[in-house]
């Protein structure tokens, strides 16, 4: 099955730089999200860019969507030792306007 | 702010029985669904629930897996005969299912240990 691909799959920072994960995938989609795991918990939705956004921002977090070359970046600003988490991208694909498609992750660990 | 609740949060059972995980979706949420990650790996989809029926399931869920909306607000994934390889964090979610923009909000998840 298709799948979005995060790279890279652990990013490990200091407190206060930014932190910049990237996602890759195969079909023409209808938006890509973002969502956040910590350890052991469930999935937490971050940010939603459409498919005829390019970027979008909320608060520490800026989103963009590249649509020619199939990819999105996540880039969070000053960050937090609370900022350590996996995050997964998932796409919605135009031919299934249901079903997400989920990327391996990105395991990020902030360093106090 | 309205939230995705599942129990147990972590089940052990012997291999062969049956297991049944329980979610309670947001109570104005359509679309159900039950997603499974295996220690350290991907987030993977087994079946999504619309209108009191399947509407989308994966290779994963085969004749060992059902899922039942009993009443208005309980959905549940029951596995007949557990496997070693069914040990993992399963995850209910919800959504609207008006915007079409179809974002999820998750549960906790339910471990569930094969021994």
């Known amino acids: 099955s298709q799948q979005g691909e995060e790279d890279p799959q652990a990013l490990s920072i200091q407190e206060g730089e930014n932190a910049t994960m990237n996602c890759s995938y195969k079909?023409?989609?209808?938006?890509l999200q973002w969502y956040r795991q910590n350890s052991g918990r469930g999935l937490v939705h971050l940010i939603l860019i459409r498919s005829n956004e390019r970027e979008k921002h909320s608060g520490r977090l800026r989103v963009t969507l590249d649509t020619s070359k199939k990819s999105s970046s996540l880039l969070i600003t000053a960050s937090r030792a609370a900022d350590t988490a996996s995050y997964f991208c998932a796409t919605l694909r135009v031919s299934n306007n249901r079903k997400l498609i989920w990327g391996l992750g990105t395991s990020l660990a902030v360093n106090p | 702010e309205p939230e995705v609740t599942q129990t147990p949060s972590h089940q052990v059972t012997q291999m062969g029985q049956e297991v049944i995980l329980r979610c309670v979706p947001i109570?104005?949420?359509?679309?159900f669904y039950w997603y499974r990650q295996i220690l350290g790996q991907k987030v993977e989809f087994l079946v999504s629930?619309?209108?009191?029926?399947?509407?989308?399931k994966s290779e994963i869920f085969d004749d060992q897996f059902s899922v039942e909306r009993p009443d208005g607000s309980n959905f549940t994934l029951k596995i007949r005969s557990t496997k070693l390889e069914d040990s993992a964090m399963y995850f209910c979610a919800s959504s609207e299912g008006t915007s079409g923009a179809n974002v999820l909000t998750f549960g906790a998840g339910s471990r569930l240990t094969v021994l």
């Open positions: 109570s104005n949420h359509l679309y």
């Open positions: 079909t023409s989609i209808n938006n």
């Open positions: 629930f619309y209108n009191n029926e399947i509407s989308e």
